[in-house]
Structure formats: structure tokens, C-alpha cells
């Protein structure tokens, strides 16, 4: 069991059984797909490289339709010295996620942004200050999509910890039918990642300003990058 895991003791022993098959299958499964896709190019690259060579930790950012493979392209730089790390809901779902992507070598912080506000916020500034970079989506956990948060901007501003904004896209993809529309590549499918300037908010500056930045950048950002693939992605769920 991993640190800031829900305890064995609370979760029945189905539920223990099934997650203890399921993580590694997924995980699995998830190495698998990104281990076949082409990265054709990371535009911004520097931008990472440049907190990389500071050892500065930043927080993540993308909208969380995005998240398959930015969140799998920061998690393989971790051989370059990176640490992400994720917020992680403190329920049976969550753990869920917890143990998978701890297996892939990310650090867990616990909290929720609807349930657990407060709670989420000091994991983060925590793991920040221990040198961990969340791996943020300002617009979850669930939405409405492609509209960032203020939570995400005032972490920024208590932390002193710049926001590096990131997408991709893909030519060939799946478009789930959740809130986000979230886009998996197919296996082999081509991609670019598109990483922006980090942001920094400053102790003066108004959160809602930052997070219509935000926003804005992100969005600029997608468009970017699926203007090169080129790609045309829903942004929200068919009424």
C-alpha cells in the first residue's frame, strides 16, 4: 500500500480483490498505449527543460480532456528529474486511481476540490514544497470543461510556484462520452505536445485574472496543436 492511501481495512475484501487485479492490468494497459504512440515533436519543450535544469517544482496544467498523454509524457520525465505527483479524491474511486498511477512512479496527494477543499490545498502546498509537481486539469473535477478554476491560480499564488500550461493532440483518437469528452490515441496514433511559457502568479495579481489567463492559454494551446495534426475534437458532451 502505497502513502496516503484509503487502508486496506476500510474497503471490503471484494472491492480489495478487484482493485488489487485491476491497477496492474491497467497500468499495464496504459504503458502499453503510450509505449506505441509517435510523438512527432514537443513544441515548448524548453520551457520544461528550463525548470528541470532550476530543480524548481511547477504546477502541471492542462484541461482534463488532455490529460491521457500530457499526464504520460510528465510521468516518463521523470527520468529527467521530474516529480509528479497527483490530487486524488480520498474514496474507493480514488483509490482506484491512486494505486495505478503510483505504480507508474507518481507521488499521491489527497484531497478532493469539491469535497475536501482545504484538505486538498495543504496536500498540495506540502507536496510543492517537498519538490513534487502536481499534475493538475484546472477544470475539474467535473467541469463544465475548458473553463479553469480559481483553486488552481491561488495554489500558484500561496506557493510562489509557476503554472507550465501543456496540451496534444492526436490524429487518431477515441472521444469518450464523459463530461470532459477526454481523447485517448489509439494505439500507434501520431502526436504532438504543445507546452507553454510558465506562468507566474504573483502576490498581487487578482485570481480572477490569472485564471482567465489560464484559461485562455490552454485554449491556445489545444488549437495549436490541433491545427498541426490537424484534429477537431469535441469540447463538451452531445446533448
Keep these: 500500500m ?27 494497459i496504459a504503458r502499453a498505449l503510450l509505449a506505441s504512440y509517435r510523438i512527432e515533436r514537443v513544441d515548448g519543450e524548453h520551457h520544461l527543460n528550463a525548470l528541470l535544469a532550476e530543480n524548481r517544482a511547477a504546477i502541471l496544467c492542462c484541461w482534463h480532456q488532455r490529460l491521457s498523454v500530457c499526464a504520460g509524457y510528465l510521468l516518463q520525465a521523470r527520468s529527467r528529474g521530474l516529480r509528479p505527483g497527483f490530487l486524488v479524491s480520498p474514496s474507493k474511486d480514488g483509490e482506484l486511481v491512486a494505486r495505478v498511477v503510483s505504480g507508474m512512479g ?9 469535497r475536501t477543499g482545504a484538505k486538498a490545498l495543504r496536500e498540495m502546498y506540502a507536496g510543492i514544497r517537498a519538490g513534487t509537481s502536481p499534475i493538475v486539469h484546472p477544470d475539474g473535477p467535473h467541469g463544465p470543461p475548458n473553463q479553469a478554476k480559481p483553486g488552481t491560480a ?24 464523459s463530461w470532459d469528452r477526454l481523447i485517448i490515441p489509439k494505439p500507434f496514433a501520431h502526436v504532438i ?15 480572477e485574472a490569472s485564471t482567465a489567463r489560464l484559461t485562455e492559454i490552454l485554449d491556445s494551446l489545444d488549437a495549436a496543436a490541433d491545427d498541426v495534426m490537424p484534429s477537431r475534437p469535441q469540447r463538451k458532451r452531445e446533448r
Design 2 to 28: 502505497t502513502k496516503n492511501t484509503v487502508p486496506d481495512a476500510a474497503l471490503p475484501w471484494h472491492t480489495r480483490l478487484w482493485m488489487t487485479i485491476a491497477a496492474p492490468l491497467i497500468r499495464i
Design 106 to 114: 507518481a507521488t499521491i496527494m489527497r484531497g478532493s476540490a469539491t
Design 154 to 177: 491561488l495554489i500558484a499564488q500561496m506557493t510562489r510556484t509557476r503554472l507550465l500550461p501543456m496540451s496534444f493532440s492526436a490524429n487518431r483518437y477515441w472521444q469518450l462520452g
Design 193 to 207: 505536445v504543445t507546452v507553454g511559457e510558465p506562468i507566474t502568479v504573483a502576490r498581487g495579481d487578482g485570481i
